[in-house]
């Protein structure tokens, strides 16, 4: 049977998770479309402006102007000494807002790949600010449609 995209971006964000830049906490993140995988991992510094991997993931799916509306999920992996399930921080999902859809299903992954929470983010972000989407917007607006 053929891996879905789904399948990869497990494997990737995991994979991911070890190339963490950190004092701390390991992250990988992985967003994903029918058509690819945009990557993360957590950065750290000295100057307390990090970066977290689900940031970068969608930074990754900005810089390809992936549409918003074919991106179909995010994966997560951590690697946290508390071992509790943070299905993306509130800036992220602030982010995950602006520049993904309502839609987008947000997968957290053990290290073995096994799921530990799972849901779209329109549950998971209810009552988004702003309730437009204006990168949606943007990016239609861009790509003339
Ligand atoms: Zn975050």
Redesign the pocket.
Known sequence: MKESNKDRAIKVAIEYTDKAITFKSKVGACIYSNDNLYPGFNVENKIHKGY????MAIINSIQDRADPDELLGIVISYEFDDHKVYP?????RQYLWEYTNPELLITVVDKKGNIEYESKLKYLYPMPYPERRWYLEYWRKEHGQ
């Not at 977290?52 to 940031?55: D, L, N, Q, V």
């Not at 993306?88 to 992220?92: F, L, P, R, T």
């Open positions: 977290h991997a689900e940031e993306a921080c509130a800036s992220c």
